[in-house]
């Protein structure tokens, strides 16, 4: 009984001795790893990737190597910053695939897209909408496969309002406030008529600015834009007979196309900056599961305050 016992214990302590020294490498090479990779050792097309919704910042460090899905700004402006600072590339493509998401975050890409000093041709995969195309608008050339959905030009901003559930049960909320308008967006109320004006007036604001953009970087009027961005999806092939896209084809021509417009010959050789592989996905992935209730919570935004999206709500 005794011996079995021993062997038992001796599994545990090299099981947790493995998932240390697993846990320890995690985190060295979490610390070592770039945004992308070295410097090109010849003249290369650089690859970025805008997948899943857009959203601020930098994905959270995880020591287990699940990633966080999601297009975070930062991370995407600093593989464009290092690709337009290598002497190597000669090009930049962006895979853009994605819904949009926040205006800030979307607006952080814009901008660095629209400084690059070297030629950024985007490839548009199955959805590339809303803040998806935002940040697509600056970009040398538009490429995108004709089943391709894009547009969704618009603003959107969501309030949930639990006020009837609240009162069915018995459940009472009470707010004390400064102002008039400072819980305007409050989870337990429905908004008056005065709060959706106010908030008509922010959506607006940001609408007009994305209207500029678009015309600036498609070379269209403004009239022309506005006809087009009331919201809805365009594919690929609507998408170019607008003007809204350049070019019909996949990511490979996306690619050459770009080697040609930065000045290499034949096929380019590619340098993708694609975040790193997970370390312990298997072992660790299911313990990092959301439960029911808060998936059910970030499904209805319960664990944010509500922002402005330049988003395609209909995912």
Known sequence: MKKKLFWIIGIFIAFLFVCG???GFGVLVSQMASDGPAFATTDSVALIRVEGEI????????????TASGAYSNRIVRQLRQANDDPRIKAVVLRVDSPGG????SDEIYRQVKEMTKPVVVSMGTLAASGGYYISAPADEIWANRHTLTGSIGVIIQFVNIEGFMEKYGVGATTIKSGVNKDTGSLYRAPTADEI???????DESYGIFVQIIAEGRGLDEATVRELADGRVYTGQQAQKLGLVDKLGN???????AG???GIEGEPNVIDYRQPAPLLPGLFG??????PVEE???LLHLNTAPSLMYLYAGN
């Open 21 to 23: 020294l697993s846990i």
């Open 55 to 66: 959203v601020s910042g930098d994905p959270p460090n995880d020591v287990f190597g699940t």
């Open 102 to 105: 926040g205006v800030v975050a």
């Open 197 to 203: 004006a106010i908030w008509q007036g922010i959506i």
């Open 251 to 257: 990511l490979k021509d996306a690619i050459n196309r």
């Open 260 to 262: 040609e417009l930065g």
């Open 286 to 291: 299911a313990l990092q599961q959301p439960s």
């Open 296 to 298: 059910l919570q970030d």
